[in-house]
């Protein structure tokens, strides 16, 4: 079975940093991908960064040069460092896994990822 733990949201100031932990565990595949999205209320769920199994990695251009994503395979545990953030970055971010090949880079789609944790709140106030 699949799970995916997120944690780390919190409340920042405009300007600031959070790092995201999203332990993931029962993937068991040479092909797996896992992204990380979010959604603010209203809007439809965004697809933010991914990483695949070789180590590819997407972004999307609303996070590009802000937000990136690494990997600790020791500790099963994806991380989503976010930098520089603004109170439009206030959403439920969730991590999302795929077993299917390929995925990541070639798409942040919701749809195309299978597996989903609880998801963690980020606020950003002004």
């Known amino acids: 079975e699949v799970q995916l733990v997120e944690s780390g949201g919190g409340s920042v100031p405009a300007g600031g940093f959070l790092r995201l932990s999203c332990v993931a565990s029962?993937?068991?595949?040479?092909?797996?991908?896992i992204g990380w999205f979010r959604q603010a209320p209203g809007k439809e769920r965004e697809g933010l960064t991914c990483?695949?199994?070789?180590?590819?990695?997407n972004a999307a251009d609303s996070v590009k040069g802000r937000f990136t994503i690494s990997r600790d395979n020791a500790k099963d545990t994806v991380y989503l460092h976010m930098n520089n953030l603004k109170p439009e970055d206030t959403a439920v971010y969730y991590c999302?896994?795929?077993?299917?090949?390929?995925?990541?880079?070639?798409?942040?789609?919701?749809?195309?990822?299978?597996?989903w944790g609880q998801g963690t709140q980020v606020t950003v106030s002004t």
């Open positions: 999302a896994a795929t077993r299917r090949n390929p995925i990541c880079p070639y798409s942040l789609h919701f749809f195309d990822y299978e597996y």
């Open positions: 029962g993937l068991n595949s040479d092909y797996y991908s």
């Open positions: 990483i695949s199994a070789d180590d590819d990695t």
